[in-house]
């Protein structure tokens, strides 16, 4: 056994009106270990993590506990020692890179600054160049002189772990450091990070929520609940102990048969850029069927239109071009007062559900509200709806005198399903309704949507950048990349044997979570070079042609349709019958 | 967790004494200010428009106050000119009372009148942006170019000095204000989840528009009306002070300083001091507490 790297006992730290954020929590890493760090929102992970460092963001304060790194307490040394200690013998990584960044100066000059503050001597140029190309960076000497409003996400989270590695610490902790980022960036910034520190014999808490980066990532998971550490064990018996997950579920009940309900054809929209004579396209000839109790998942990166898409599907922005048929009327030419009708049959839920509800108006007024535009019912009918709709959602009759802030994410997205449905509408988009809640509350989201499939039969469009739960709940999935559907199929087809060069890049980086089957420990499967090309300025041939390591130069000067294979599914890919088989699955 | 780490609401328990004080030195003052406005004529010991027999009398000393006051509560005395009386014999300290109300209700007025107009205006404007909307900006911008002192002169060049035309002038400079805030407000709020949720229900825009936007929409408006309330009253005292307010010999703060002005290098100095020091206080009381409630409302 090495000896720990750093040993935190028995930490308070206190918030305001002397509640106790993080109430006595120990924890030892030892070099070259990945440790995560997870719990519920407000468990104190965050504020656990920054103490390991000395520090707390006001009005919370520490209050006790010790800090032991090389020998030495950080909590009882005097702030300019603390201040040399932090940086150069334990780093941190931020959860908003951009952020975290410093606006004025070029990345390669503040990484350059942070090493020789630590003592570094020599070309400090040289060394942040040296940096940047070790964390992955393309053409480190230019993005050297970059500044912080020039980079991406990842490419900022990137520069963040060059500055925090070039002095050499012995313990990096890192604070949700892919909440923001894309699917793809996500896994190659991972697998970078996790290199460099298993490769330095790094010590490193990794702070996060999901189980996926837990399972391929950490070797060991301390779980966090009420400011205490509850649980510490290695990931496999953390994944063993756990209840319930995702992809246990029972098999989703199949679509009913019928006509479909959803019928889209060439769905396209531009957004013009102001001024320019130049437009974005968004979405791109966008195309699907959806029949009764079907879900279609729409996957894919930020930018890709699948946002638009849905919101102009259901003619919330106006669509540019193509035809939508909702229940046998088409959308995109009905009259204001028909198109008000035709929202009984057809509504949506969006991502963040404190957004959803009017913060003024109680529960119960908010899931009355499609019942009180349409004049459904009585007065007595709408309320005995009302606490029907809440019993759906799984809560008490009770919320529907509250107002949105006093409840938890999960039972608000709950209620908001619910209001969505209070109509029996056949079909609803679901926009994200999963991403900014807790994987217990994301289960639970889930639960209901197969539930209430199964007994209403009406058809979704769930949008999603996160696999597992479109896995959990989708009947087919369609993939899209900038604006276009590149592949769609059954999700068998779509996991289990992605043909498209980009969907397989994309489940390549899914982070399933089984921690038998760590992306640390197998061969690399596809990946893409390079940051998605500008919606603006789309290439002439195929729009992955920059990316794609399949690309020839026939690619790279010509459109590419969508193509029936022989399995059903269609693809967006002349060479999917040539490309190799994926050595692995997932999902 | 990020969520309590990162909330404004850090206030200890001094930030919140604070806050409190200041709310609570607004009220009293605006309170005092409002109870003038409505029982100063039963209040004052002289008609404000009788002139006394003695012209240009001074105050009586600060220590006799004390002695007088004992008088006239007690001893059913004739009260004394507190504040002295004008070039024209008229009581100081009744004037500077009853004046409240013709300052308080013109500053009310105009308020009302512009909140109504602006913030109902914005709300169209930031919810239904079309041609019509950028016209009402456009023709906003020009409103607010106009310097509201020749605004004023040119209403009392059409229709003589009264105090409907500082009403209007102040409703003319304030409306645009309301008219952006509110605006400006509504174009995150139509984003909005909820906004949008009740569109994808089939609700019509002008309903949105009243029972969603509109309710949230007012949070900015209403912390300006406390400070634009108190900016009036300072406006309704300048504009009659350049003689563009209302008519003398009504009682009016800025009338009674004008009035007083003349005779200050003279060496009276009471007939301008006391209804300058009555619009510092009442404007202070104002701002104070519109600076409170907006503390609160960001926290």
Known sequence: MPPDALTATDIRVLGEGGRAVVDGASLTLTPGEIVGLTGPSGSGKSTLALALLGLARPPMRLAGGRVLLGGRDLLVMDEDEAARVRGREIALIVQNPRAA????????????????????????????????????????????????????????????????????????????????????????????????????????????????????????????????????????????ALPRRLSDAAPLVPPRSGAPVVRVEGLSKRFPVRGTDKQVHAVDGVGFELRPGETLGLVGESGSGKTTAGRAILRLIEPGAGRVEISGQDVTVLAPGPLRQLRRRATIVRQDPFDSFDPRWTIGRSLAEPLDIHGIGSKTDRLERVRHLARLAGCDADVLEHRPRDLPAGALQRLAIARALATDPDFVVLDEPTSVLTPSARREVVELLRRLQAELGVAFLFISHDLTTIAAVCHRVAVMYLGQIVEIGTADQVFRDPRHPYTRALISAHLGEDPADRRLDRPRGERLEGEIPSPIDLPPGCYLASRCPHALDRCRVERQPLRTLPDGRQARCWRTEELPLPKEGAA | ????????????????????????????????????????????????????????????????????????????????????????????????????????????????????????LG?????????????????SDLLQSFPVFITAMILVALGGRGWGNIVLALTLLYAPIYLRLTRAEVLTLRERGFVEAARASGAGDWSVAIRHVLPNALGPALIQSSVTIGFAILLTAGLSFVGAGVRPPTPEWGLMIANGAGQIVLGDWWPSLFPGLAISLTVFGFAALGHALERRHAA
């Open chain 2, 123 to 139: 709300v169209v404007a930031g919810y239904f942006r079309n041609w019509a909307t950028e016209l009402l900006m456009r023709a």
């Open chain 1, 101 to 240: 960044l410093h606006p004025m100066l070029p990345v390669g000059r503040q990484i350059g600054r942070l090493w020789r503050r630590h003592g570094g001597s020599g070309d400090a140029d040289a060394r942040a160049v040296d940096m940047l190309r070790l964390v992955g960076i393309n053409d480190p000497e230019r993005r050297s002189k970059a500044f912080a409003h020039e980079l991406s996400g990842g490419m900022a989270q990137r520069a963040l772990i060059a500055a925090a590695l070039s002095t050499d610490p012995a313990v990096l902790v890192a604070d949700e450091p892919t909440s923001g980022l894309d699917v793809t960036v996500q896994a190659q910034f991972l697998d970078m990070m996790a290199q460099a520190a298993r490769g330095r014999g790094l010590a490193m808490l990794l702070v996060t929520q999901e189980p996926g980066v837990l399972a391929n990532y950490c070797d060991r998971v301390l779980v966090m609940e009420a400011g205490r550490i509850a649980a510490d064990r290695p990931v496999r018996d953390h994944f063993a």
């Open chain 2, 1 to 120: 967790m990020t969520a309590d780490i990162l909330s404004p609401a850090a206030t200890s328990a001094g930030d919140r004494a604070g806050k409190g004080f200041l709310f609570w030195t607004g009220a009293v003052i605006v309170g005092l200010a409002l109870l003038m406005a409505v029982l100063g004529p039963w209040l004052v010991p002289y008609d404000p428009a009788t002139p006394a027999d003695t012209v240009s009398a001074p105050p009586p000393p600060l220590a006799d106050w004390p002695g007088l006051l004992w008088a006239t509560l007690a001893g059913g005395e004739k009260a004394p000119h507190w504040f002295g009386t004008d070039a024209a014999g008229l009581d100081v300290f009744s004037r500077t009372i009853v004046a409240a109300r013709t300052d308080l209700v013109i500053a009310l007025a105009a308020n009302i009148l512009s909140f109504g107009i602006g913030v109902g």
